[in-house]
Antibody, heavy 127, light 111 residues
């Protein structure tokens, strides 16, 4: 059964870079059937998509975060990672990683929806 | 402000049918599929409906989705206490360079 597990520091100082890793188990990150994404949820608020990556390294990002976000993949470790630079208190959130799947037909990258999620990790931005 | 608009709350009694609406625009719901997620307290979102009205295996047929124009709805029939959760709609938005957008979420209370 596929599982995703987020890991990384729970506390980051303002202006520094937030770094998280998602480890995929029970399946291969190198499968051509999936994209892999990051989504966050500020305390008491809704969900915000951050960006997604294909096993080849192809990425697409939320335009509002694009200047600060880098998502990378390490197929040898079955992991993908998120880096968010110049963080502020507004970046405090639960960060989720997710598998993205296309259920058939024309599978352009925007047809890959989040179907399996990690449990999430809380990141607080504070000095 | 979320790109997709949902009512902040909904409620029903056990056995009732409840619907949750999700309103968007021509750049998201009007031209792309709608997805629904259930988030139980303190847990990660779980996929309930994909491609407007399809249920993943394991999701009870009490949950159903529909879409018309730039709006979508999630219906829950035979309401149960374990359905008490937050529900989010989502869609791809074609504006700018494109992005996934979510509704603000609807908190469903089972009275």
């Amino acid at each position: 059964q596929l599982q995703l597990q987020e890991s990384g520091p729970g506390l980051v100082k303002p202006s520094e870079t937030l770094s998280l890793t998602c480890t995929v188990s029970g399946g291969s990150i190198s499968s051509s059937s999936y994209y892999w994404g990051w989504i966050r949820q500020p305390p008491g608020k809704g969900l915000e998509w951050i960006g997604s990556i294909y096993y080849s390294g192809s990425t697409y990002y939320n335009p509002s975060l694009k200047s600060r976000v880098t998502i990378s993949v390490d197929t040898s470790k079955n992991q993908f990672s998120l880096k968010l630079s110049s963080v502020t208190a507004a970046d405090t959130a639960v960060y989720y990683c997710a598998r993205q799947y296309c259920s058939g037909g024309s599978c352009y990258y925007y047809y890959y929806y989040m179907d399996v999620w990690g449990k999430g990790t809380t990141v607080t931005v504070s000095s | 402000q979320s790109v997709l608009t949902q009512p902040p709350s909904a409620s029903g009694t056990p056995g009732q049918r409840v619907t949750i609406s999700c309103s968007g625009s021509s750049s998201n719901i009007g031209s792309n599929y709608v997805y629904w997620y259930q988030q139980l307290p303190g847990t990660a979102p779980k996929l309930l409906i994909y491609r407007n009205n399809q249920r993943p295996s394991g999701v009870p047929d009490r949950f159903s989705g529909s879409k018309s124009g730039t709006s979508a709805s999630l219906a829950i029939s035979g309401l149960r206490s374990e359905d008490e959760a937050d529900y989010y709609c989502a869609a791809w938005d074609d504006s700018l360079s494109g992005l996934w957008v979510f509704g603000g979420g609807t908190k469903l209370t089972v009275l």
